[in-house]
């Protein structure tokens, strides 16, 4: 399958803003069935194998996820574990899928047509793609359209409903800041990434003496094998309760304001290649294999502009196409030597920068709207753009000079909050799902006969 990879970063990194989140649901291609050992059993397709709530996983469900899944641990020529292990792992998350999708309905979130026609357009967009392309490729390589749409309204669902009860709810203080900044030892160690590989065992909220020994035992078992040279992926995949656990345990690249704050100062400690003791949190047992590491002492530079702009807006007054001709006017005012900023204080309708001659002061990436920015950047110093549409208005804008500016101090800050919201909302997902899971009615009909 020469896409599937490509296309899971992808909507990956566009649904959830991190490519180590869970992949979608797609539908089984052609490739799959041709293959007897992914082909599913006709006589199993209607089959209930887990009844969620008041909701149902079925067999073709689990079938087509499961195909699905070998056939990226393959085309990864990465090891596939016991297939009843496995199949286990792939029913928990669709069961997983199905409990957020339910309280995603209970809270009024729905993704309509248009929206999803918007996000796929974005996907294909990153890809060099249009929405017809992006379609024939994917049919080319067996998936079906219709069903991919839908799997994909669901991640743009499920997303929904973990910003709502998780991501909304975090807070990072400036001190907490502070706090990350002056732990670490020193800035090439705040700079630092690991590559981390995870497997939990995973505890219910409120567990017995019982149930706690119970996933002791357990997770000493998985950490002696893997000492005993076990595959960590492998195992990682057939016995971890981890949201990566089809992923291997992978957990991707983090700096250390980004790990979970029970591994901090654990990982930091570790060679390539260690694994760690158990480590008890709230959640469960963790293991954690440090992969790789990288990064170190370096400086941020960013590219300021120094610009000024005339803005005009339409309104009921003026139509947009007297607003477009009156900037036009203007600009080729400028090119007969009229003076820009006198025409700015006379007729821009920004108030922030018209009585300043139109002076937007140093402007850093990221500050205007996309539409400026982008213009602006293609100017050289003292050029004047042609006329330039945002959702404020048309604009025109000269670019009077440009820098180098050294942005490393508001850099850290800002990778260390991003670090600390990244990791707490981890954390509290984790705590999320599993209370989800926990207070949830979940039978198994899973015949591994």
Do not use: C
């Not at 490509?6 to 490739?31: D, E, H, I, K, Y």
Request: no cysteine; net charge negative.
């Amino acid at each position: 399958m020469k896409y599937i990879s490509l296309f899971l970063v992808m909507v990956s990194v566009l649904v959830t803003g991190s490519p180590s989140a869970a992949p979608l649901s797609f539908p089984m291609g052609r490739q799959a069935a041709e293959n007897p050992d992914q082909r599913p059993k006709t006589e199993r397709l209607n089959r209930i194998v887990a009844a969620v709530n008041d909701d149902v996983v079925l067999a073709s469900e689990l079938e087509k996820r499961e195909a699905m899944v070998i056939s990226q641990l393959r085309e990864q020529h990465a090891q596939i574990p016991d297939r009843k292990a496995l199949r286990k792992q792939v029913l928990d998350r669709l069961i997983l899928e199905n409990l957020q999708l339910q309280m995603a309905d209970r809270n009024g979130i729905r993704v309509d047509d248009e929206t999803l026609n918007n996000s796929l357009r974005k996907m294909a967009k990153q890809n060099n793609m249009s929405l017809s392309e992006f379609r024939e490729v994917l049919e080319k390589d067996g998936f079906d359209y219709i069903s991919f749409r839908e799997q994909f309204r669901n991640q743009i669902t499920i997303n929904r409903i973990r910003q709502q009860m998780v991501g909304n709810r975090i807070e990072v203080s400036e001190q907490e800041v502070d706090n990350l900044l002056a732990t670490a030892s020193s800035f090439s160690k705040r700079n630092l990434e690991y590559h981390l590989a995870h497997i939990l065992v995973s505890i219910p909220e409120a567990a017995s003496p019982e149930q706690v020994q119970k996933a002791k035992d357990r997770a000493q078992d998985i950490l002696a094998r893997l000492r005993n040279g076990a595959d960590f992926s492998k195992t990682a995949t057939a016995e971890s309760d981890g949201q990566q656990a089809l992923e291997g345990g992978d957990l991707g690249w983090r700096k250390s304001g980004q790990l979970p704050s029970i591994f901090t100062d654990i990982v930091t400690g570790m060679k390539t290649g260690d694994i760690s003791d158990l480590i008890r949190s709230p959640s469960g047992f963790h293991i954690i294999k440090l992969l790789e590491t990288r990064g170190g002492d370096e400086r941020h530079l960013i590219r300021q502009t120094h610009a000024r702009h005339i803005l005009l807006r339409a309104d009921a007054l003026t139509s947009e196409q007297e607003v477009k001709t009156r900037i036009a006017r203007l600009r080729k005012r400028i090119e007969q030597g009229e003076d820009f900023a006198v025409l700015a204080r006379a007729n821009s309708q920004d108030p922030g920068s018209g009585s300043k001659g139109g002076d937007l002061g140093w402007v850093t990436p990221g500050q205007m709207v996309p539409e400026f920015e982008q213009a602006m950047d293609q100017l050289a110093p003292g050029e004047v753009s042609e006329p330039v549409k945002s959702r404020f208005g048309w604009h025109l804008i000269q670019v009077l000079e440009r820098r180098e500016q050294d942005d490393t101090e508001e850099h850290r800050r800002n990778v260390a909050r991003e670090s600390i919201r990244q990791r707490k909302t981890e954390e509290e997902l984790q705590i999320w799902l599993r209370r989800l899971r926990d207070e949830s009615y979940v039978e198994y009909h899973l015949d591994d006969s």
